[in-house]
């Protein structure tokens, strides 16, 4: 599968980069944001993706600088390979702060670990390129320090875990309720509860969002199913609002 263009201007483009997973490991998407010359690659893999990864950034970026390397939390499917970009490239990797002292242990040479940086819980801004993306909390969903990215140009959220999807057969949601089954049953075990989906839902909804892009499965293209997601979001009983029926019987 080739690279998809999300959104294209004269100075900035969104891609997500081909499926290049197999095998048992769950599939997952990496994105590339590029402004006036300078990328950011999201949640960006582990080791058996980690060259063809790179290799396509570099493709799409051209002659330009890749600046930002964000993870969104601590999962292996996020930062498994993270030791490779930091020593191949001179980029800054962004997690929250509460990993960056669990990260290393996936091998984050001393020589470079002092460019995996902690973000305050409040997330922030980051410069790329002319534009300051935005990291938005998303704590606990499902990650105790967990982080989304907002593109203020294209108006994409880039979600993470939330609003992932697995087994379906298209990259973008055609139908929201045909699609809840792909990915109602994730959401109900690995978001922690409906209290961080409500207080999600009440941010999101103060954002100009055009597209929803998870680390899983399919994006959400277009107001409408947006509202549609955030809705579904903030009335949902997950985690710990079922935390009875995950122990069964004694």
Known sequence: MPSTVLFSSPTHRNVLLPEFGEGAAVQANQHLIIDSGEGMVLDPGGHKVYAKVLNETFAQLGGGKLKHLFLSHQDPDIVAAVNGWLMTTDVTAWCSALWTRFIPHFGVDKLVVDRLKGLPDAGGTLELGSIKPQVIPAHF????????????VSKILYSGDLGASLGQSYLE???????????????????????????????????D??????????????????????????????????AATWYGQP
């Open 209 to 242: 969002i055009e597209l929803i892009a998870p680390q899983h499965g399919a994006h959400f293209r277009g107001k409408a199913m947006v509202n549609r997601f955030i809705d579904w979001c903030d009335t949902l009983e997950c985690g710990v609002d079922l």
């Open 141 to 152: 969903l499902h990650s105790p320090g967990n982080f989304q990215v907002y593109d203020p």
């Open 173 to 207: 949601v055609p139908d929201f309720d045909a699609h809840l089954q792909y990915m109602e049953g994730f959401h109900r075990r690995y978001m922690s509860g409906n209290a961080a989906m409500r207080a999600w839902a009440k941010r999101a909804r103060t954002l």
